[in-house]
């Protein structure tokens, strides 16, 4: 079946460190996304890549920087600059010319 | 700035008792207005897609309507299962790939 998976479902991170999140899509799908999701508020856009080597920001870029080598592939990484990083993470993805957006079942990563 | 706010924030229903979720929203020309079902732990499950005023989309015992200021999401006799958050998005036109979200009613039906 097609669809979004997202790697690993918990995740948990040490001050200072970096940590990446994983996203793989089957669906052939062209534009792919980084949601951050926190409690009381809605999801914020962090990146987004439309082709395979680009990329753009969205409202909370900072602390997080992303690659798009393959078109199945959009991976996070959640930088130590990043100084509240706590949150369910969600990647989506959409064919160009479509409305229709597919989210993956999330990641959920707590700093220790 | 595009906006869309949900409410109410918390809806309890009893089993069998309709009721209709608000969404509104300002935004710089309307590509599309989403729903989307989330469940505790779980990425958003798409629901419908409106994207004019006037325009009604139906799924089970959902339906969604459109106005040029606000959707709502009509559930008529819910049973438990439906029970989760519901979350609203609108998608700006002028080829905006960002879709700014809402922050959910979340619905309980109580058996």
């Known amino acids: 079946d097609g669809g979004i998976t997202q790697s690993p479902k918990y995740l948990f991170r040490k001050e200072g460190q970096n940590v990446t999140l994983s996203c793989e899509q089957n669906?052939?799908?062209?534009?792919m996304y980084w949601y951050r999701q926190d409690p009381g508020q809605g999801l914020r856009l962090i990146y987004y890549s439309q082709i395979v080597n680009d990329f753009q920001k969205g409202d909370i870029a900072e602390g997080y920087s992303v690659s798009r080598e393959k078109k199945e592939s959009f991976p996070l990484t959640v930088t130590s600059a990043q100084k509240n990083p706590t949150a369910f993470y969600l990647c989506?993805?959409?064919?160009?010319?479509?409305?229709?957006?597919?989210f993956g079942s999330g990641t959920r990563l707590t700093v220790v | 700035e595009d906006q869309v706010t949900q409410s109410p924030e918390a809806l309890r229903l009893q089993e069998g008792e309709s009721s209709s979720l608000n969404c509104s929203y300002t935004?710089?020309?309307?590509?599309?207005l989403f729903w989307y079902r989330q469940d505790p732990g779980k990425g958003p499950e798409f629901l419908f897609t409106l994207y004019s005023a006037g325009e009604e989309k139906e799924k089970e015992r959902l339906k969604a309507t459109l106005t040029k200021k606000e959707s709502f999401l009509h559930i008529t006799a819910p049973k438990p299962e439906d029970s989760a958050t519901y979350l609203c998005?609108?998608?700006?036109?002028?080829?905006?790939?960002?879709?700014?979200f809402g922050t959910g009613t979340r619905l309980t039906i109580i058996p």
């Open positions: 989506a993805s959409r064919l160009q010319g479509s409305y229709g957006y597919t």
């Open positions: 935004v710089s020309g309307l590509r599309g």
């Open positions: 998005a609108v998608q700006a036109d002028f080829g905006n790939e960002k879709l700014t």
């Open positions: 669906l052939n799908h062209d534009a």
